[in-house]
């Protein structure tokens, strides 16, 4: 089983829609990561945290600590948003990756 | 925010040659570096950390004789893929850490793929 986990692994949508990430972890961790990964390659960290939630644009965030689990929302998704997610943990100051999310949004 | 740069972005080699991947920290000074490895649709495998000015720790796996780390400064590492083989082909993104800003941020270069005929 992976320390890091990631639901679903494909995800389809239609312009416009609510989407949701999931991400849960076994491992202790000191922050956990948000990144996207577009069909080029080059990865962008969107979100960076330990607690609560954050939000950014059409992007929130959130984790919860206790049951090790994190989510990342997109609101009003756009064909823009198409690419993979990474979930990404922090455990002894290395990064541990999720096995991704691709999101392919549809016009 | 903080810009991490890769060359070459793409690299065709001959089987046997070596090529040398670098990346930098355009804006800020990173102590510590990573270098990733990733296969098609599958997530990143880190193969070596560096800190500036002592030898890299590879990974588990991970020939430091073959996959040859070098951070001389505080904004330049490279990897050198020395002998290479098709089977060296893929995509290797680095990343970069500030550690000066007392956060665990991290940031990406736009990754160099590597294709070894």
Known sequence: KNEVEQSPQNLTAQEG????INCSYSVGISALHWLQ???????V???MLSSGKKKHGRLIATINIQEKHSS??????????????ICAVYNTDKLIFGTGTRLQVFP | GAVVSQHPSRVICKS???V???CRSLDFQATTMFWYRQFPKQSLMLMATS???SKATYEQGVEKDKFLINHASLTLS????TSAHPEDSSFYICSARDWTSGNYEQYFGPGTRLTVT
Do not use: W
């Open chain 1, 72 to 85: 990342l929302h997109i609101t009003a998704s756009h064909p823009r948003d198409s690419a993979v997610y």
């Open chain 1, 45 to 47: 960290s969107l979100f």
């Open chain 2, 20 to 22: 040398k991947i670098e």
């Open chain 2, 78 to 81: 490279t990897l050198t893929v």
């Open chain 1, 17 to 20: 829609e609510f989407i949701t």
């Open chain 2, 16 to 18: 046997g040659t070596s």
């Open chain 2, 51 to 53: 800190n500036e000015g």
């Open chain 1, 37 to 43: 990964q577009h069909p080029g390659g080059g990865i």
